[in-house]
């Protein structure tokens, strides 16, 4: 038997008045999930711990199996991983993201225009985030350069006693109410106001306002996390499996659970992604003896954040087409016995451009099991009424690979 998920991140929506008051998932082209959904189980889960933020991290965390409430310790440290970081008990690492903030007043009555600075390139985030380091690194405090505008701070005997918001949760909004609190906030904050007066003037951000693109003007650190501790994927289940993800965080957590890691060129964490790569890495992995491959796809997420309705629906057809159909039909071309999961990790609705933490659907299909109902339908509106329910997000791993 072989077991796929695969994760559509922040694909699950509301209803759109101008869908006809569908969401992107019912108005979007989808007919491989359509097929899966007809012949396979249907239902809805809770990602989300109660009083846990609805993040990328805790979600993943529960769809691979884990409890959040038991094994989350943070966002970052978890990429850190991922980006080969060596991390010490005493460390704690921070997101660092190269945001746009408006160029009006003083920095704390700035507005937040872009969590990503328009998606800013590795190679000329690399060149910023090195500056940073010429300006703040210390014994104590090092920067580490990412992908994209996602990158990572860790702080040597620092503490984790801060209030810190996630810079996409506050998009178009005013930063003062946002600003880090805590112990030791006042460093964050002066490195995060420095910040604007070096990266305002820097070559490379007057070169992206030349070419019409948003200036990664500002650093936003948050996401304060400790050196994680989770047990295998293989003695928790016993299957070897990969995880295929653009995306440091979802690598992190794999790498932590013990399962192998596959870049695939031209992956981005974008609507500008290698679908069918990722899709095919998977089917190799397979091929080459593993159980079990999680494929990760950032764009309907990363659309949410941008209020991108049209290219949200683009991503999960892309998602349906490209990875979803090409991984079916190879599998049923190896005539083994196969269950694929598909779901989102959350909902990041194109009218909040952030994530919540309501259920989300789900669909599972096992090849030996093909049993039809017409009827049944994959969607956010579909599952409200769906008796299939996981109110503990972890507990979904379990029955799928039962």
Not at 64 to 86: C, F, H, I, N, W
Request: glycine share 8%; charged share 30%.
């Amino acid at each position: 038997m072989k077991y796929v998920i695969i994760l559509g991140d922040g694909m699950a929506d509301e209803p759109i008045e101008e869908l006809g008051n569908k969401t992107p998932l019912q108005y979007a082209k989808t007919n491989t999930i359509d097929y899966l959904a007809k012949y396979g189980e249907v239902g809805k889960v809770n990602t989300i711990p109660k009083g846990m933020k609805p993040g990328s991290d805790t979600a993943n965390l529960s769809v691979l199996g884990y409890d959040p409430k038991l094994y989350y310790t943070g966002r970052s440290p978890l990429e850190a991983v991922s980006m080969g970081v060596p991390l010490l008990d005493s460390d704690i690492t921070f997101r660092c993201n190269l945001v746009t903030l408006s160029k009006e007043g003083e920095y704390e009555e700035k507005i937040i225009l872009d969590h990503s600075a328009d998606e800013i390139s590795t190679e000329e985030a690399n060149e910023l985030i090195k500056t940073i380091n010429e300006h703040f690194k210390s014994d104590i405090i090092e920067f580490h350069s990412g992908i994209s505008y996602r990158h990572l701070m860790v702080w040597h005997e620092g503490s984790d006693e801060f209030d810190l918001t996630p810079p996409h949760d506050i998009l178009g909004k005013r930063i003062k109410d946002y600003l880090p609190k805590g112990d030791k906030k006042d460093i964050i904050y002066d490195m995060m106001k420095k910040s604007y007066k070096i990266l305002s003037t820097h070559p490379i951000n007057l070169e992206r306002i030349k070419k019409g693109l948003k200036p990664a003007n500002s650093i936003w650190i948050w996401g304060e996390g400790r050196k994680p501790r989770l047990p295998l994927f293989k003695e928790k289940y016993g299957l070897k499996g990969s995880v295929i993800s653009a995306v440091d965080l979802i690598k992190g957590i794999g790498i932590c659970a013990g399962l192998r890691s596959i870049d695939v060129e031209g992956a981005t964490g974008n609507i500008n992604t290698n679908f069918i790569g990722k899709a095919m890495a998977a089917v190799n992995e397979l091929k080459k003896g593993q159980d079990f491959v999680y494929v990760h796809i950032e764009a309907p997420d990363e659309c949410g954040h941008r209020n991108e309705l049209y290219n949200k629906i683009k991503s999960i057809e892309l998602i349906d087409e490209k990875v979803i159909k090409v991984i079916k039909e190879q599998l049923d071309l190896l005539g083994e016995d196969y269950k694929i999961m598909v779901l989102p990790d959350h909902p990041t609705p194109i009218r909040l451009r952030t994530h919540t933490s309501d259920p989300v659907p789900y669909v599972i299909y096992q090849k030996s099991k093909e049993k039809l109902q017409e009827n049944q339908k994959y969607d956010e509106i579909y599952i409200r009424e769906n008796e299939n329910y996981f109110p503990k997000g972890h507990e979904l791993m379990d029955y799928f690979l039962k």
